[in-house]
């Protein structure tokens, strides 16, 4: 076909060229500042100052630094709470003292970002295969009865113990994935629907287990089970006396990354999930069996779901109660907004995680801090994932030019 | 009207879609637009109609330059266009449709159904195009809610008419009757832009034949020049149309149908009773108009739709209403009719596609584990002796030509051992060039003693490629003739006539 003069490759042509990172890095841009118009907004000082600029000449520069002042402190504090001090690393480099402190920061993002890394991971593979397993935060739910049980009611030593506790976790989750996974493959019904019914069910049934001699803590009468076994528990990294809360499971996690990368784009069973997410019509024809893909994702979903719930019981909780239906806000619902932030990839959702987990963990010290309520925080990584699923509406601002035509989107809408 | 373009150029990055082309349209002129795939064509014909902006260059209706920022700018200066793909609501009547967007109203808004039938047919009867303005779209053939889409544009007042690939959804008879109107209405004085590959067509009712190729036009010709000609101008090299093959040396029935019954989605049969013999080392063409069972029947045999009662037998296996791996992995190679829902996924890449049923096998996978190495050996490969022209086997198959991606499919199927190869409508939508390689290809199959299942709409198609040709009326076969029989009688077996 005919060129026309080929653009040379500048820093400008690259940025100018779409790239999901790129659009991704744009979002959080956009994120952080409308973030800060929300700040702006909302901070009586800040208005104060602004509505009396025409007071004096130089009242519009003290306007600016208000505004500065208090958007540069709640974000210092964001990345304080979630990252650390950056004098507190120069003072532990140079004294060698201090280094729980400064790595407490850090430490708690990563606790955070665990178990949404295994159940995003798991939402991830089903949205690659065209399914919508809404249902993670039930299956994540079932994991962690199944694995506070395992961990509370059998005694044993901690080599087998713990194993078995992940184990069970893994299969609460896979009977959580397996019913929205038979329903769909035999009886058409859609995923969409089961799995987010099944949450409440799931959600009464963890009250039921933990308000009744099933489970409940003995001589308790409130919502709280039994507690776990020493040999069950994911130990902190570097041990109790250090304070800091990152556990083994952060090797779980690492582990169930690498697998959902070699699964996805290494194994003949991950193309077959791709292909069919991809166009189910061609799969079809492949000799693909659409039915046992069904039911092998929500198998593989709910699985991970089920270990991102017992691994937070196990290294974080201990025991489980009906406050982990909305106390953790639910890390199965987090885990569809990471997935498609990380593009169902499990490399992005790393970095998903990660982020949710700092903004999270980075908001409590905002809060504490400068009085900016937790909910930026929220607004932030809700704006961020807005664009994220919006690209069009970011390469519309940033003035990015398409190449192709037609959008590609994360998500193709609610299923088949 | 009188339409001259002067200089359209249009880029797509460092990808030129135009470039400089100038054309003039009298009035009461049939001009053909004739090109390949991807030459061009339907980006002239959308800045044309004020769907895109050109970079470069001026439209003059009546020799006045105009401006368009919108297609509606092009509706209210009498330009109307006719897509590819239907722009109807099929829940509507046909009324509905033509009036939609400028419906004639009674007080308080409310539609008045009367005056927009009486208009209607008005319309109808001024240009000669019979429909039932009461009729609901949905129920129409093909052929008539095209007719619609005419009307449409004529209601508009349209003196510039752009068919854009009219021919490609319709039957024979509806594509005659088509190229009736469009001599009725050039006789009227509109002048008509119609855009195809179809070399058949512009000689038929051209008045003018615009070649372009590669977003430049290449000449303009009057429709006295002969097909081979038209077909070196589009294509840009000597293309043989004929396809040459040796005498038929037809061995033992590969794929054997016994009274095959078959349903549809409706759960409507559509397939009564087909009993059918391919041999190896023959081409069995299946002829019939589209609708007559034919896709349904392809979809058996694959393994995508149940056999209700007969029985499938391929190279002496029973495969009836066995999975479609089983039937894969019994041999069955099959290019199907909707190639981009059935045989792609178009976002991946080449060489995924290229292993699409086959990449749990060695030595595309061992253990469970893909071996992408292989993989793209095996892209590589096949891209060559095939001729798949893509930049990287890793593209996206979505970013090939129509005639490329049918090659991809083609190297897959062919690419694997098999006992019977079946090609459901092998080269629709295809330029003359992939047409030609196609038709080659599944000639040198049949050479080599595979047992060919050929189905296709087209006729020429069919008698060109056919060793015997089974025609299909109403899900049943009307007979099974030797490709010497004439045109006539052949149509008069689709049309489900049968020999007195």
Request: some cysteine.
């Amino acid at each position: 076909m005919t060129t026309a003069e080929a653009p040379r490759r500048t820093w400008w042509t690259r940025y100018t060229s779409q790239s999901p990172s790129l659009l991704t890095f744009f979002a959080l841009v956009l994120g952080f500042l409308i973030g800060a118009i929300v700040i702006i907004a909302t901070t009586p000082a800040v208005l104060d100052a602004w509505r009396h600029i025409f007071h004096s000449p130089t009242a519009i520069f003290s306007a600016l630094k208000i505004t500065w002042d208090n958007v540069s402190a709640a974000y210092r504090s964001l990345f304080v709470g979630s990252i650390g001090d950056p004098r507190s690393f120069v003072h532990s480099f140079t004294t060698g003292k201090g280094w729980d402190t400064t790595m407490t920061p850090i430490s708690e993002t990563l606790t955070y970002a665990t178990p949404l890394v295994i159940a995003s991971v798991g939402v991830g593979i089903a949205f690659q295969t065209g399914l919508f397993n809404i249902g993670a935060n039930g299956q994540a739910i079932l994991g962690g009865i199944v694995g506070v049980w395992a961990g509370s009611m059998l005694h044993m030593t901690s080599v087998i113990h713990l194993p078995l506790t992940l184990v069970a976790g893994v299969l609460g989750g896979i009977v959580g994935g397996l019913i929205p996974g038979i329903l769909k493959a035999y009886a058409g019904a859609h995923e969409v629907i089961v799995t987010l019914m099944l949450n409440y069910i799931i959600a009464f049934f963890l009250l039921y287990v933990v308000l009744s001699t099933a489970l409940q803590q003995p001589g308790q009468s409130n919502d709280i089970s039994r507690t776990i076994d020493h040999s069950a528990i994911l130990q902190p990294l570097f041990g109790t006396s250090s304070g800091l809360r990152v556990s083994y499971g952060i090797f779980v996690a690492a582990a169930v990354v690498i697998f959902a990368w070699w699964f996805l784009n290494r194994s003949t069973l991950g193309f077959d999930f791709r292909v069919t997410g991809a166009n189910p019509f061609a799969a079809r024809a492949s000799g693909i069996n659409p039915k046992a893909v069904i039911i092998l994702v929500f198998v593989i979903s709910g699985g991970l779901a089920g270990l991102a719930g017992e691994v937070q019981m196990a290294s974080t909780n201990h025991y489980i109660d009906g406050g982990f239906l909305i106390g953790n806000a639910g890390i199965g619902f987090t885990a569809i907004t990471v997935a498609l932030l990380g593009r169902n990839r499990p490399g992005g959702i790393v970095w998903g995680s990660l982020l949710f987990a700092a903004l999270g963990v980075g908001g409590r010290t905002m809060q504490a801090m400068t009085g900016i309520p937790l909910d930026l925080a929220t607004v932030i990584q809700s704006i961020v994932v807005l664009f994220v699923a919006t690209p069009v509406l970011v390469k519309e601002i940033f003035h990015l030019r398409t190449q192709a035509q037609g959008v590609q989107l994360a998500t193709k809408g609610w299923g088949q | 009207m009188r339409v001259e373009l002067r200089g359209i150029t249009k880029r797509f990055g460092s990808f030129t879609a135009n470039d400089a082309i100038d054309l003039i349209v009298e009035p009461g002129q049939i001009h053909c637009l004739l090109g390949e795939n991807g030459a061009g064509k339907s980006t002239l014909m959308n800045i044309v109609f004020g769907l895109m902006r050109a970079d470069e260059g001026e439209i003059l209706l009546d020799n006045q330059p105009v401006r368009f920022s919108n297609s509606g700018d092009a509706v209210r200066r009498g330009i109307g266009m006719v897509h590819q793909h239907f722009m109807l609501v099929p829940v509507f009547s046909v009324a509905e449709n033509v009036v939609l967007g400028f419906e004639p109203t009674k007080s308080l808004g409310r539609l008045d159904r009367r005056r927009a039938h009486s208009e209607i047919r008005a319309l109808s009867e001024k240009f000669g195009l019979e429909v039932d303005p009461e009729a609901l779209v949905e129920n129409l053939p093909v052929g008539l809610q095209q007719r619609v889409e005419i009307l449409k544009a004529l209601s508009h007042d349209a003196e510039l008419l752009i068919l854009d690939e009219p021919t490609a959804v319709l039957t024979p008879q509806e594509i005659d009757s088509l190229m009736d109107i469009m001599r009725s209405l050039a006789d009227d004085g509109k002048s008509i832009l119609f855009i195809t590959h179809k070399l058949k067509e512009v000689r038929a009712v051209g008045d003018v034949i615009t070649v372009i190729r590669q977003g430049k036009i290449i000449d303009s010709v009057p429709p006295t020049r002969s097909e081979g000609e038209l077909a070196s101008l589009m294509v840009g090299r000597d293309v043989n149309l004929k396809v040459t093959k040796e005498a038929v040396h037809a061995g033992d029935p590969v794929l054997e149908l016994r009274d095959v019954v078959v349903r549809d989605d409706r759960g409507i049969t559509v397939v009564k009773g087909v009993s059918l013999d391919v041999r190896s080392g023959e081409i069995l063409a299946i002829a019939g108009v589209q609708g007559n069972g034919q896709t349904e029947l392809v979809e058996a045999i694959a393994g995508l739709r149940r056999v209700e009662s007969g029985t499938i037998t391929l190279g002496g296996r029973d495969v009836t209403n066995r999975t479609p791996r089983q039937i894969l992995d019994a041999g069955l190679g099959h290019v199907p009719e909707d190639r981009q829902r059935d045989g792609l996924v178009l976002s991946m890449s080449v060489e995924d596609n290229l292993v699409l049923n086959t990449s749990r096998r060695a030595p595309f996978a061992r253990r469970g584990t893909r071996n992408l190495a292989a993989v793209t050996a095996n892209a590589e490969e096949l891209a060559q002796r095939f001729d798949v022209r893509t930049t990287s086997v890793k593209s996206p198959t979505g970013s090939l030509s129509g005639g490329n991606q049918q090659k991809v499919i083609v190297a897959r199927e062919l690419s694997r051992p098999l006992t019977c190869f079946i090609a459901a409508q092998p080269t629709r939508g295809l330029d003359v060039g992939s047409i030609e390689y196609v038709h080659r290809q599944i000639v040198e199959q049949r050479n080599g003693g595979l047992g060919v299942l050929i189905v296709s709409s087209e006729l020429d198609e069919v008698l060109a490629l056919g060793d015997r040709i089974a025609v299909l009326f109403d899900g049943g076969v009307m007979g099974v003739v030797e490709p010497t029989m004439s045109r006539e009688e052949i149509g008069m077996l689709m049309a489900g006539v049968g020999p007195s």
